[in-house]
Structures are given as structure tokens and as C-alpha cells.
């Protein structure tokens, strides 16, 4: 079946026409996606269906998918202690003449909104206490797990030389980032994936192992745009943050920022900045202090 999308490689299917790809879906979930509700972003397109559910539809090109597979959903969905969106079903395919794969998930609507839809978060959520607990929890049984799985955020498998990798293009000089403990990771956490008041974190489609802190890191980096949010993430995640994993996965975060295509306008800029500066003094004088 040959789909409206482009195939070509670099597509953005917030301007690409995708009326073919929803009626796809509707027939093979056999359910009825509102329209008036669809939320486009640059590599995945979300609607509300007529039985009171979510379908998110991602693209993804076929090297990827040779790479990494593509079942992160169901497997998360076997994950204990972890507070996510119930998975209910999900269909894949290859439309003709296209180069690359689709794949569309139904899960039960999030409990709550999205704390940040989209953009940098640049104000200070309201956050009961009982929805960092339920964060720290979910992090925490995550962890705990094991699986078979590598993390791919941004849809890149993470390995020890990819990061050193970001680290050294963004901050020449840094020190030696070895890394020794990995564990389950979502892998893409930020402000967009987590609900509140009820917290909840989804999307999981790239979770996986990954080096202690990445999670703890990627959220007090998303968060440096309000100084006293990103202070309150390395809090309650100082036992992830003050590792020298942890640091690390900082560092890298940064980098992530501060790198190649750095926006000159983000109010993370400076921030990110001045921490990767203190966090390449700390790493070059650290000294393990226990297992």
C-alpha cells in the first residue's frame, strides 16, 4: 500500500500530509481516530479514539529498524513498579516504494496533561510533593529491572564511545568519561513525556540499558531553563546525579545543548554552559569513595 508520507530520508510529518496513515490504522486497529484531536510532531502523529484510548503512530526509517527492532512498547508494558499508560494493542508495516517503517500503538488515555506539550520549559510547574514520589518510584523499580534491550534516545543506540563522542565535540579537553554501571533506562525523559498533577511517564518505545543517571540527567538538563526546577531534579535525584555515572551523563546532557547546533536563544544555553564547566572540574578530581 503506498502511504501520502514522503520517503525520503529527512521527513517531518508536522508538515507532510498523513490522511492515507490514519485511515491505515483506523482499519487495522478497527477503531476511529478523532481528528479534531490528532497532535503532529516531527516523527510521530497521536489521536484520541472513538473507545476512549490513544494511538500514537511513529515512523521510523528501515536502517533503524535493522538496528534496534521495534517493541519497546510491549515490553515495557511487563515492567513492575513502573506508572505508565496501560499498552492495549499496536500494528506495524511497511507501505510499498517506502523506506521506512510504521508502527501505531493504542494505550489508555494518560491520567493527566503533559506538564510541557512542547517547547522548553521555561516556567516552574506546580508539583506536588506525591508526584515527585511517584517519579522517584518509577525511576527507582525501573532501574531495578533487567532486559536485553539498549537505550536509543533520539533513535541512536547508546554506547560508551557515542557518548564520549557528544562530550568531546561539544567540550574538547573534557576528562576520561569511562563509564561502569548501566542499567533500564526510558531513555527519553523530559518535561513532554511526564503528566502532573497524577504523574505518569510514557512514550517507551526507545527504554533500554543505559548508564546510571541517564534519565536523572536528561531531566535536570531539560529543566535548566528554571534554575530552581533543575535544583530540585538533581535533589531528588542525587543518589543517580552525585555518581560519577551520573556526572557523566550530565556532561553529556550538556553537550546535547551546547553542541554543534546549539540554538543561540535557548535559555538553557548558559546554564548548560557554566554546568558542564564545573562538572569537567569535578570529573578530573574524582575519587571513588566505595562500590
Not at 516556567?123 to 523499580?141: C, F, Q, R, S
Not at 563522542?165 to 563509564?179: C, D, H, K, Q, Y
Not at 535525584?237 to 556532561?251: Q, T
Amino acid at each position: 500500500m503506498a502511504l501520502s508520507v514522503s520517503s525520503a530520508a529527512a521527513v517531518d510529518l508536522r508538515r507532510e500530509p498523513a490522511d492515507d496513515v490514519l485511515d491505515h490504522v483506523e482499519r487495522a486497529l478497527q477503531v476511529r481516530l478523532d481528528r479534531g484531536t490528532v497532535v503532529r510532531k516531527r516523527r510521530t502523529i497521536g489521536a484520541r479514539t472513538d473507545r476512549a484510548t490513544w494511538v500514537r503512530i511513529e515512523r521510523r526509517s528501515v536502517s533503524r529498524i535493522r538496528e534496534q527492532g521495534w517493541n519497546g512498547a510491549e515490553s515495557a508494558a511487563l515492567l513492575d513498579g513502573v506508572v505508565q499508560p496501560a499498552w492495549r494493542s499496536a500494528v506495524s508495516w511497511r507501505g510499498k516504494d517506502d523506506a521506512a517503517m510504521w508502527r501505531a500503538d493504542e494505550h489508555d488515555l494518560l491520567p493527566s496533561a503533559p506538564v510541557k506539550p512542547g517547547g522548553v520549559q521555561t516556567e516552574e510547574p506546580v508539583l506536588p510533593d506525591e508526584w515527585w514520589a511517584g517519579m522517584n518510584g518509577t525511576l527507582d523499580a525501573l532501574a531495578a529491572h533487567r532486559t536485553s534491550r539498549i537505550a536509543t534516545p533520539d533513535t541512536v543506540t547508546i554506547t560508551a564511545d557515542h557518548i564520549a563522542e557528544v562530550i568531546r565535540t561539544a567540550f574538547p579537553g573534557s576528562p576520561n568519561t569511562t563509564l561502569e554501571r548501566w542499567a533500564p533506562a526510558h531513555a527519553d525523559l523530559n518535561w513532554h513525556n511526564v503528566t502532573a498533577p497524577q504523574f505518569c511517564l510514557f512514550d517507551w518505545e526507545d527504554w533500554g540499558m543505559a548508564p546510571r543517571g541517564l534519565d536523572s540527567a536528561s531531566l535536570w538538563a531539560q529543566s535548566l531553563g528554571v534554575p530552581a526546577l533543575a535544583d530540585r531534579v538533581r535533589r531528588e535525584r542525587a543518589g543517580d546525579l552525585s555518581s560519577r555515572d551520573g556526572k557523566v551523563m550530565m556532561l553529556f546532557a550538556c553537550a546535547k545543548i551546547a553542541g554543534p547546533y546549539a540554538h543561540p536563544q535557548d535559555p538553557r544555553l548558559a546554564p548548560a554552559r557554566a554546568a558542564a564547566e564545573r562538572l569537567v572540574d569535578e570529573l578530573q578530581v574524582w575519587t571513588p569513595v566505595g562500590p
